[in-house]
């Protein structure tokens, strides 16, 4: 019997009920249905599926089951220590290895790079056979950040792009699978590998990180949660974290190491919901008088 999991979590339940009331109950509001009602964290912000790969005609449902339920389950304490006014740079740590993940197992991040693995093996074809060494990983790391390939790979790769003989690199990509990476889904050693979220967290480590305290509960959270600034990381960053507090990460020269308090004004509370309900795809969770008022700004483009 195959009890494998198949709704894939892209929110982890930990950070939706965050936003439950008093009594412990979650109002969520489902695009689909069109009503906003109590609700399980288990049946919301999840897609079935999502993260299963194909790895020699087998489905494969690891990185939901081991990659990511480790990364859940240290984000899950990153979260009450942060929560329990716990600002040290350690917490600020955890939670810079936790959000690059969240940014990657996004829907349309996932499948983007679902979409780009064919021109990642294009690249490995070409460039293996016309750049040395040096510049082809160089070349890597510029187009796809967090890559590595070591020199023997690359001498592998160089002989059987020169033998030319399709099953020759059919063969080259079976192995490339079972040394752990997925030819199919790249997005898989971005969650898997620290290496692979360098980047993302050399940025949001050096901002000014400041936890927003609301007197109220009365602040959402969408099923897109990390919300850019502008559209752009290097902005800054807004997450709601709780039904009373969320993070705001902003640009600085000199930002302190520990993670500051500030009391959320209502002005700044009214566009973190107006923005967390518009870039919402189908869900937004809160007080159920909130969701109501809010679940107009919805504009669904779905997850594709």
Known sequence: MNNKPRHHHFVPQFWIRNFSNTSGEIYGYDWEDDRTRLRSSKNMMEIYDLYTIDPEGSDDTTLEEKDLSIIDTEGALAFQSICKKQYGFDVKEKLSNFFPVQIMRDPKSFRYYNVKSGEFASFLIKHSTTQTFLEFTASLDEKFPGSKIDKGTYDGIKNVVKASSESDLEKFIAQFKHEGNSVQLPATDLVRSPEGRIIIQKIIINFEWTMKISSEENIILGDN????????????????????????????????????????????????????????????????????????????DGFL
């Open 225 to 300: 949660p990390i919300l850019f600034l502008n559209d752009d990381i290097n902005s800054g960053i807004k997450i709601p974290i709780s039904c009373k507090e969320y993070l705001m990460l902003s640009p600085s020269k000199n930002p302190h190491a520990n993670i500051q308090e500030d009391h959320a004004k209502s002005y700044e509370i009214s566009a973190l919901n107006y923005e967390s309900a518009a870039k919402a795809r189908r869900w937004i969770v809160g007080k159920n008088d909130l969701l109501e008022d809010l679940k107009k700004q919805l504009n669904s």
